[in-house]
């Protein structure tokens, strides 16, 4: 019974290259919400994706980041131009529904450092 | 979605209830009151959530005051492993995020 899988669990990238993470929700849930805390501080929502639409993207920057979560495969978050303030973890959650259930279940995370 | 208030930190001895205090003195009628924690380096970890009633399962217990503006997560024998940042979060009608704020930093200590 796996769980929320993302990857990869550290990623290391130079200044001006992209990023790309991972997220394969958990079997049968539609839902990926992506969130990111940066070092020393709490989570903060970033997106909210079903399969093919974006839902809600009012947490991400408004440059460089963009998310999408196709019929088939895993939900990627893609950093572009990478600085270093991205340095972050990055975790995804998924559901089965959309609202009402928030027990979300979490991934273990992508840790992203730019060097 | 109602503003919490927590104790950035509290130590717990081995194999003691841990109880952990959140205030919510703002907190409206269709909102829940949901735990998550994050022990180091992993993702957050949903634990317990309640409107108005006690509630418990296998992992914990949550008290919420009969006016709603404060609760209270226990951990019934808290073990080294419970060591981790718990977070309470208000949340209610068709919003689906999560506020975390700087949590509790529970330490359990053998």
């Known amino acids: 019974n796996a769980g929320v899988m993302q990857n990869p669990r550290h990623l290391v990238r130079r200044r001006g290259q992209e990023a790309r993470l991972r997220c394969s929700p958990m079997k049968g849930h539609s839902h990926v919400y992506w969130y990111r805390q940066l070092p020393e501080e709490g989570l903060k929502f970033m997106v909210y994706l079903q399969k093919e639409n974006i839902i809600d993207e009012s947490g991400m920057p408004k440059e460089r980041f963009s998310a999408e979560f196709p019929k088939e495969g895993p939900s990627i978050l893609r950093i572009q131009q990478v600085v270093r303030g991205d340095s972050a973890a990055y975790f995804c959650?998924?559901?089965?529904?959309?609202?009402?259930?928030?027990?979300?279940?979490f991934g273990s995370g992508t840790r992203l450092t730019v060097v | 979605d109602a503003k919490t208030t927590q104790p950035p930190s509290m130590d717990c001895a081995e194999g003691r209830a841990a109880n952990l205090p959140c205030n919510h003195s703002t907190i409206s009628g269709n909102e829940y009151v949901y735990w998550y924690r994050q022990i180091h380096s992993q993702g957050p970890q949903y634990i317990i959530h309640g409107l108005k009633n006690n509630e418990t399962n296998e992992m914990a217990s949550l008290i919420i005051t009969e006016d709603r503006k404060s609760s209270t997560l226990i951990l019934p024998h808290a073990t080294l492993r419970d060591t981790a940042v718990y977070y309470c979060?208000?949340?209610?009608?068709?919003?689906?995020?999560?506020?975390f704020g700087k949590g509790t930093l529970l330490t359990v200590n053998p």
């Open positions: 979060i208000v949340i209610g009608g068709s919003n689906y995020k999560l506020t």
């Open positions: 959650a998924s559901s089965n529904d959309g609202q009402g259930n928030r027990g979300y279940t």
